[in-house]
């Protein structure tokens, strides 16, 4: 399993940004993709996934109303849109994986198997 994230930036506080995370290497029927967030000294934290073949979505308290998660089944990519930004979701944001079957979540970043690269993302006030 591959996978890409891509689509930080700098905003500022209110702006809106769209990740994405293109996958590849088998068929994700049975996966759960997700997105995480490390900001600096602070523990990696859930933001939002979804169950890949069910259409499932899940987020986190924080950013539930802002933040939207959905996945294109043909393009195997799984996007994170992201509305009325704040300086506290700063972060790298990264894109995971984790076959469980075919609805249901885990929150905690050690039940994903498959990691991409990082983007970061940066909010000013």
């Known amino acids: 399993v591959q996978l890409q994230a891509f689509g930080g930036g700098l905003v500022q506080a209110g702006d809106s940004l769209r990740l994405s995370c293109s996958a590849s290497g088998r068929s994700f029927s049975r996966y759960t993709m997700g997105w995480f967030r490390q900001a600096p000294g602070k523990e990696r934290e859930f933001v939002a996934a979804?169950?890949?073949?069910?259409?499932?979505?899940y987020y986190a308290d924080s950013v539930k109303g802002r933040f939207t998660i959905s996945r294109d089944i043909a393009k195997n990519t799984v996007y994170l849109e992201m509305n009325s930004l704040k300086p506290e979701d700063t972060a790298v944001y990264y894109c995971?994986?984790?076959?469980?079957?075919?609805?249901?979540?885990?929150?905690?970043?050690?039940?994903?198997?498959?990691w991409g690269q990082g983007t970061q993302v940066t909010v000013s006030s």
């Open positions: 979804v169950n890949w073949r069910a259409g499932n979505t």
């Open positions: 995971a994986a984790e076959e469980n079957g075919y609805s249901g979540v885990r929150y905690s970043y050690s039940d994903y198997a498959y």
